[in-house]
């Protein structure tokens, strides 16, 4: 057993010297939503303390971590092959631990074990924290699992290790969980009840990366609207002598750590996205002009099913303060097609809200029945996979047809672009963002990372502006 390790257990915890011998190499790979990108920083944090380095290169690794997503049974499919490819290299090398994180480990817990057997490690998304434990036990060759879900959890004093990013933008976890139970969701399921983190700690967290060279944050959670800290669900302030804290609140705090850090934030739920919101978003140049408002259906009918929360006229009351409060405020969103008992005419008025509101971005998908959710228990999954398939296709259609009208619309306009490094495509090309997130290519010229330049838009397709720098 490692010596370390061993010795952290039993309570005399050693400080690893990153040149000894011992360290060994950590393979992590995330899928799904950007939270999981988030947690798996936070992976990174607790096993580097704990003789563990990150590498790239899974074949070099004494641990294989992948941290999993639930959402569709696409997701899951993905890691069950993804593990298949890691069978030779186990076999070749019997010591190589391989462990699930995530939505997947929770779900599934115990059997995940039984039904693929190359796995040693299951641990859900709140006990991340008891990894160095859990590896101690599976090095004495016991299989380990540990899906404690937690209602304080929130990983506030750890320093995640930023892992695969630009050095430019990076994502701050403010809330975990989700209340909300849409009947749809295995999210409340796998991620446990929702709580908010200490706002203390995330303006730390933001000085600190402004302070390292990052110019973007992105502030997570399932419902950010609902953050909220020192203050219980019913509204009642948990302690007299503290003050409360809400997500209108929070985004103000952070966008006062400097006027050159920008903020974005995701995910908003229409049925709790206040005015107040709004305004502060108007009120602060470095928050950004875009919101990612999920909608699901155009349907009242379907957002009942759902149990959304909200009707259709009231979803289009908050896009008209959107653009009422911030103009030209980007709006994208989530559609889910061919969900329990969907009509004809009620996937009709999913498209007719899509062309009333004109989305500038979307994220589409079918509707992928998942156990013990609600509507598992509740509904039949009716919908043919044929019609189910035929509706998002159309659905997608149209979305393409909004993004390129909406990208054509910057044409000729100058934007202001955080430069985010080389584009994809070439080494002469650059890419940025602009307050509203899309992505603009630009000539590289005499620019780099974390400059703020203006740029003036040429060309677009639906998803990509592009453009040359003006000298300002
Ligand atoms: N099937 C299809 N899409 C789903 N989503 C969540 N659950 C399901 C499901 N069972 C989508 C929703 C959500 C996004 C993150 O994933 O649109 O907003
Ligand atoms: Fe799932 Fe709804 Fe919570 Fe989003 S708000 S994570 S869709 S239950």
Known sequence: MNQVLKEEVQGTATILDRTEKSYKKLYLESYGCQMNFSD??????????????????????????????????????????????????????????????????????????????????????????DLPRLLVEVEDGHKSVNVLLSREETYADISPVRLDNNGVSAFISIMRGCDNMCSFCVVPFTRGRERSRNPLSIVAEAKELYKNGYREVTLLGQNVDSYRWNVNKKGEIINNENPTTDFAELLEMVAHVDPNLRIRFSTSHPKDMTDKVLHTMQKYKNICNYIHLPVQSGSSAVLKKMNRGYTREWYLGRIDAIKRIIPGCAISTDIITGFCGETDHEHKETISLMNKVKFDFAYMFFYSERPKTLAQRKFEDDIPLETKKARLQEVIDIQRE???????????????????????????????????????????????KGDYIFVRIKDCTAATLKGEIVLS
Do not use: W
């Open 40 to 129: 798996s920083e936070i992976v990174a944090s607790i096993l580097d303390k704990h003789g563990y380095q990150t590498t790239r290169n899974f074949e070099e690794s004494n641990l294989i971590l992948l941290n999993t997503c639930s959402i569709r049974e696409k997701a899951e499919s993905t890691v069950r092959n993804r593990l298949k490819s890691f069978n030779a290299l186990k076999k070749n090398n019997p010591s190589l631990i391989i462990g699930i994180l995530g939505c997947m480990a929770e779900r599934m817990k115990e059997s995940l074990l039984e039904e693929e057997k190359l796995v040693d490690l299951v641990v859900g998304p709140d006990a991340y924290r």
């Open 402 to 448: 909004h993004s390129l009208e909406s990208n054509k619309r910057q044409i000729g306009n100058v934007v202001e672009v955080l430069v985010e490094g080389p584009s994809k495509k070439s080494n002469d090309f650059y890419c940025g963002r602009n307050s509203e997130n899309t992505m603009i290519v630009f000539p590289k010229e005499n620019v780099k």
